[in-house]
């Protein structure tokens, strides 16, 4: 399991926070985001300040590199099999 790092934290709160200030009122499922001008600016600068504490530390630490790529991988090809054998059926 890997471990969450204060740099992997300030990164996902930072986009989090950036799209909640792009995005504003939205729902997502039972959850309804309303944040209004104020907050919408709050976490504006909120998701600004993380990434500012998040970048200057280096690359994201993402330790799982290698078996997320070779995932994607072999999903490709899945891929691809599933929407041909769709394609036959039509």
Do not use: H, W
Request: aromatic content about 12%; hydrophobic content about 55%.
């Amino acid at each position: 399991m890997a471990v969450l790092v204060v740099n992997n934290l300030f990164f996902i709160l930072g986009i989090l926070f950036l799209t909640i200030s792009v995005i504003g009122q939205s729902k997502l499922l039972f959850l309804e985001i309303n944040p209004g001008c104020f907050g919408r600016f709050l976490a504006l600068i909120l998701g600004g300040l993380s990434l500012y504490l998040a970048l200057p530390q280096g690359t994201v630490a993402i330790p799982n590199l290698d078996f997320l790529r070779t995932f994607v991988q072999n999903m490709i090809p899945e891929f691809t099999n599933m929407v041909k054998q769709i394609q036959l059926f039509d």
